[in-house]
């Protein structure tokens, strides 16, 4: 069965260092979701791209946060500098078109101390 | 905006109990209703979905009707396993699949 496939499965730093999240979405498919889950927020979309262009970050700091696709089977999510509040498990999920269901991620399990 | 409750866990049952999770929705328009699983360890999955009123969406013993009337699409299953032991996540979408608005999930331990 095809997967999205998420890099590092887990993440533990210092506060202050650069983290860098890599998700490689099923061949295929043209939207791809980045999300944040914690036991406080729940599941809370942070950002998603459709075709590698940006269609909605608002859900993302954008002081320290940025996401990229820099081709069609590689998308990133940066965190620069990282706080302990961002601690908590990052899902990619990616899409086909023509309403089709997303896909998730096993997830990346960051730390920040 | 869009929104989903759903009934706080965890739901502690027995093997082979009858299972019902909660969930109703605030949304514009008509919404399409999902129901994702989360194993430990894992990605979410799709479990089940409905995607107009009256709608029953099902898989693997798991049911849900979307309930235009009550806003609601509420998750059965007439008798569960051990492993269906998992968080389970309510969700909407006012466009097709994508943009999901998620409930907090809710926490099934099943015991033998």
């Known amino acids: 069965d095809a997967r999205v496939t998420q890099t590092p499965r887990d993440k533990v730093t210092e506060m202050g260092q650069e983290v860098t999240m890599r998700c490689q979405p099923i061949l295929g498919h043209n939207t791809v979701f980045w999300y944040r889950q914690t036991m406080k927020q729940g599941l809370e979309l942070l950002a998603y791209f459709r075709n590698r262009a940006p269609l909605d970050d608002s859900g993302m700091p954008k002081d320290r946060f940025s996401a990229e696709m820099p081709d069609a089977t590689l998308a990133t999510l940066k965190i620069q500098p990282s706080e302990p509040r961002d601690s908590a498990v990052y899902f990619c999920?990616?899409?086909?078109?023509?309403?089709?269901?997303?896909?998730f991620g096993d997830g990346t399990r960051l730390s920040i101390l | 905006g869009n929104s989903v409750t759903q009934m706080e866990g965890p739901v502690t049952l027995s093997e082979e109990a009858f299972l019902t999770i909660n969930c109703t929705y605030t949304a514009t328009g008509y919404p399409s209703l999902f129901w994702y699983v989360q194993y430990p360890g894992e990605g979410l999955q799709l479990l089940l979905k409905?995607?107009?009123?009256?709608d029953k969406g099902s898989n693997k013993g798991f049911e849900a009707t979307y309930r235009k009337e009550t806003t609601s699409f509420h998750l059965e299953k007439g008798s569960v396993q051990v492993s269906d032991s998992a968080v389970y996540f309510c969700?909407?979408?006012?466009?097709?699949?994508?943009?999901?608005?998620f409930g907090k999930g809710t926490m099934l331990l099943v015991s033998p």
């Open positions: 969700a909407l979408s006012n466009s097709g699949y994508s943009t999901l608005t």
């Open positions: 409905a995607t107009k009123a009256d």
């Open positions: 999920a990616s899409a086909g078109s023509g309403n089709q269901p997303q896909h």
